[in-house]
């Protein structure tokens, strides 16, 4: 891209955010907003949070420099703004999308290619059942042990298996 086309920029990326979460964690999606304009601008913005499976919303508290799902940003020049979007993670898979300044009018720019972030934050289902254990006064002297999960374990190591390959020459 030329370096004239971000002379006078909007653009947008990840500050901060987590590619999963188990249902009832809080997530916090963190949007960094920077501007190449010499002057102060107001872009118009929005958040779009919604469940993968149906598109239905998800509850948000909106932080940082702006504090509501839609709405006008004054961006300082040559500056940034921090934008934060804080929910509780769904039994589902979240769609995250932020857009600033999307029809390029208002401030005028000629690249709009980074003006929108999207991810999508996968729900990861939590292998933990808490159970009460009985455990001995003397348990420190002796072997202990007992199943994280009432459900098998799997691990894939197919991974690690072709690391080693390369490793040694395919004789593992």
């Known amino acids: 891209m030329p ?21 009832g964690r809080k997530v916090l999606v963190g949007i ?21 499976s149906d598109g239905s919303k998800i509850p948000v508290e909106y932080l940082g420099h702006a504090t509501k799902e839609k709405g006008k940003i004054t961006i300082p020049g040559e500056n940034e703004r921090l934008m934060y979007a804080s ?11 932020f857009v600033i300044n999307e029809d390029g009018t208002s401030p005028e720019e000629k690249y709009l290619g980074n003006n929108v972030f999207e991810a999508e934050i996968k729900y ?7 159970d009460e254990y009985d455990i001995p006064y003397n348990v420190l002297s002796r072997d202990f042990s007992f199943n994280l999960s009432k459900r098998p374990s799997v691990a894939d190591l197919g991974f690690c298996q072709r690391k080693l390959e390369r490793k040694y020459n395919g004789r593992v």
């Open 3 to 23: 370096f004239e086309m971000l002379k006078k920029d909007i653009s947008v990326q990840a500050e901060s955010i987590p590619v999963g979460a188990g249902a």
């Open 124 to 130: 990861v289902e939590s292998i933990f059942e808490y």
């Open 32 to 52: 960094n907003v920077k501007s190449t304009f010499t002057e102060d601008e107001t872009a118009d913005y929005e958040w779009e949070i919604i469940k993968k």
């Open 87 to 97: 929910f509780s993670m769904p039994e589902d898979d979240v769609l995250v999308r």
